[in-house]
């Protein structure tokens, strides 16, 4: 990557990394929600197709290898451009005394990689979304994911506020 | 089979996937709290160290959680093997409500890790 830095500053090179993260994490955020919408409150027979059918009417089982593949992609992002966090971002907050800042995104820290180990049983939740057996575990497990990623986008956005534009 | 678990998560990789995502989990908090990674990583030097080593003067800080993901990420694999390798009258018996039952438990013991945070200074 150093041949990059020929041509971009290194707080640039960190700023588009952190950018592409946040909308990976969007795209995630959508799918998530979308897919925790269907098993959550599914439409009803008849139901007026206004926006919020819609919403929740997409077929969950479509998300789930876009939400691994995204999940997985994005914590990669999130883990690399943790090490430029931990020594030019924390100890700024540190110093500013910010704790339940880095509080919270230290449990979006632990949250997130909680949820990249339950990965390989929702996709495989998702892959027998025909077995009834396993519809509580599927729909429970995916509002899980969803929550943690709400929680995720949300702290990891108040970090990048407090520190501001450029790491 | 009881009616909490499926057919399909008694095959081997259904039952590899559920003990590992609850292990993984249960792991990844024993070695937070434990101080167990497997390497700890200095990010300003670069350097990677076996196990868990303080930080280095004048080196900035360590970090421990690539290390503490390494083991929890290992440690759930072998588990997660063992209890693919039980005949399929045990794997079945596995409740898959486990596999959201588990981050809901873990979240106030993480809470709780972090509560030099929680603080009103």
């Known amino acids: 990557m150093d041949f990059l830095l020929d041509y971009i500053s290194v707080n640039t090179f960190w700023t588009i990394l952190s950018v592409v993260h946040a909308l990976l994490a969007v795209a995630l955020l ?4 979308h897919q925790a919408a269907s098993v ?12 919020v059918t819609h919403f929740r009417a997409v077929s969950g089982s479509r998300y789930a290898a876009a939400v691994c593949v995204l999940w997985f992609v994005v914590f990669i992002f999130g883990a690399w451009i943790y090490t430029r966090y931990r020594y030019h971002v924390r100890i700024l907050i540190e110093q500013e005394a910010l704790f339940k800042t880095l509080g919270a995104f230290e449990l979006k820290e632990h949250l997130t990689t909680i949820g990249l180990g339950l990965l390989p049983v929702y996709w495989h939740l998702w892959k027998n979304a025909r077995n009834a057996a396993c519809d509580n575990a599927r729909k429970w497990l995916t509002v899980v994911l969803a929550v943690i990623c709400w929680y995720a986008f949300l702290a990891g956005h108040v970090v990048n506020n407090v520190r501001g534009f450029g790491l | 089979m009881s009616a909490a678990t499926g057919t399909a998560m008694a095959s081997r990789f259904g039952t590899f996937a559920l003990v590992f995502g609850i292990c993984f989990g249960v792991l990844y908090v024993v070695c937070d709290m434990a101080a167990l990674p497997m390497f700890t990583y200095h990010p300003a030097t670069e350097r990677l160290d076996l196990g868990f080593t303080p930080p280095r003067r004048d080196e900035g800080p360590a970090m421990y959680w690539y290390g503490w993901i390494a083991n929890s990420a290992l440690g759930a694999s072998v588990l997660g093997l063992l209890a693919a390798a039980l005949p399929e009258k045990i794997r079945g018996k596995l409740p898959l409500a486990l596999a959201w039952i588990t981050p809901v438990v873990l979240l106030p013991v993480l809470i709780y890790s972090l509560k030099f945070y929680w603080r009103w200074e």
Not at chain 1, 30 to 33: F, P, S
Not at chain 1, 40 to 51: K, N, T
Request: net charge positive; no cysteine; aromatic share 6%.
């Open chain 1, 30 to 33: 959508g799918a998530l929600t």
């Open chain 1, 40 to 51: 959550l409150a599914p439409p009803r027979a008849g139901a007026a197709a206004g926006f």
